[in-house]
């Protein structure tokens, strides 16, 4: 299976500092399908070479079961160039690239880089051209910024992440033009667990593939709202027996070729759950 299949499986990643040891070793133990190691917005200036070091023994020491990526310093940074240097053999099974905001100059940091890349939309500029950055050969999925994007555009999102659909919305249709997963952006309320569900059931509804994540108390409930529930595994198994072929009435339904289709996807994702 290739990498673009593996990552449309994943139900959740967690981003996890480079310099908490403490976090990347218990993060082996999660019930994740993706671990990204982050260089970039969690770790201070005066950190980063020791970030990189970090995460390389850690991605070396391997995450059994789970996809690895690595998230570099944005293209701009003064700190990119070294996350390069750094990564040249890093057994990262992805990059994550912030704040790409067009394809112009990805070949090149792809060209230094080991594996394909997770591309971040962050910004208007990037929404504008996200349809272009997802069909990059490079690029194998696209994740949502949303604390950049609200930020840079001035949105002020609702409970309900009013104004932010158009955003995230754009994001799922780029990266499903390319065939590629979406991944929603992280939610920063970590108490409000009900409105963290609601959260993941509205991504989902969207059509993201999985959730970026920052705490492991958001775990379980992205892979629930994420993964094939039971009632949706049988209604898939029912569907997919009562097919004949053709258009035909099901369940005071009409079903054709493509939800067949799609019920044997949704049974795929819950044998072959995670990254792994």
């Given at each position: 299976?290739?990498?673009?299949?593996?990552?449309?499986?994943?139900?959740?990643?967690?981003?996890?500092?480079?310099?908490?040891?403490?976090?990347?070793?218990?993060?082996?133990?999660?019930?994740?399908?993706?671990?990204?190691?982050?260089?970039?917005?969690?770790?201070?200036?005066?950190?980063?070479?020791?970030?990189?070091?970090?995460?390389?023994?850690?991605?070396?020491?391997?995450?059994?079961?789970?996809?690895?990526?690595?998230?570099?310093?944005?293209?701009?940074?003064?700190?990119?160039?070294?996350?390069?240097?750094?990564?040249?053999?890093?057994?990262?099974?992805?990059?994550?690239?912030?704040?790409?905001?067009?394809?112009?100059?990805?070949?090149?940091?792809?060209?230094?880089?080991?594996?394909?890349?997770?591309?971040?939309?962050?910004?208007?500029?990037?929404?504008?051209?996200?349809?272009?950055?997802?069909?990059?050969?490079?690029?194998?999925?696209?994740?949502?910024?949303?604390?950049?994007?609200?930020?840079?555009?001035?949105?002020?999102?609702?409970?309900?992440?009013?104004?932010l659909e158009l955003a995230l919305q754009?994001?799922?249709?780029?990266?499903?033009?390319?065939?590629?997963?979406?991944?929603?952006?992280?939610?920063?309320?970590?108490?409000?667990?009900?409105?963290?569900?609601?959260?993941?059931?509205?991504?989902?509804?969207?059509?993201?593939?999985?959730?970026?994540?920052?705490?492991?108390?958001?775990?379980?409930?992205?892979?629930?709202?994420?993964?094939?529930?039971?009632?949706?595994?049988?209604?898939?198994?029912?569907?997919?027996?009562?097919?004949?072929?053709?258009?035909?009435?099901?369940?005071?339904?009409?079903?054709?070729?493509?939800?067949?289709?799609?019920?044997?996807?949704?049974?795929?994702?819950?044998?072959?759950?995670?990254?792994?």
């Open positions: 299976m290739n990498l673009v299949e593996r990552l449309k499986r994943v139900r959740t990643a967690l981003y996890v500092p480079a310099i908490n040891a403490r976090a990347l070793e218990k993060a082996r133990a999660l019930p994740i399908d993706m671990l990204i190691i982050d260089l970039e917005d969690a770790v201070p200036a005066d950190r980063k070479a020791e970030a990189r070091s970090a995460a390389l023994a850690e991605v070396a020491a391997g995450f059994p079961g789970k996809l690895v990526a690595i998230r570099l310093n944005g293209i701009g940074s003064s700190d990119l160039e070294a996350d390069l240097d750094a990564c040249l053999h890093a057994q990262a099974d992805a990059f994550v690239l912030p704040k790409v905001e067009s394809t112009k100059g990805l070949d090149p940091i792809l060209a230094r880089l080991p594996s394909p890349m997770l591309a971040m939309i962050e910004g208007p500029a990037g929404l504008y051209q996200a349809r272009d950055i997802a069909a990059h050969h490079g690029v194998v999925g696209l994740i949502a910024g949303v604390n950049d994007i609200c930020a840079d555009i001035g949105i002020k999102p609702g409970p309900q992440r009013q104004g754009t994001i799922v249709m780029a990266a499903a033009s390319a065939g590629k997963p979406a991944f929603d952006g992280v939610c920063n309320r970590l108490d409000d667990m009900d409105g963290y569900e609601a959260e993941c059931a509205q991504g989902r509804c969207y059509g993201f593939t999985g959730k970026t994540l920052i705490h492991p108390n958001q775990i379980a409930i992205a892979n629930a709202v994420f993964g094939p529930s039971a009632q949706e595994l049988a209604e898939a198994e029912a569907l997919i027996a009562a097919a004949t072929g053709g258009a035909q009435r099901h369940e005071g339904k009409m079903i054709e070729s493509m939800h067949v289709e799609e019920a044997r996807r949704t049974i795929e994702r819950a044998r072959h759950g995670t990254g792994s």
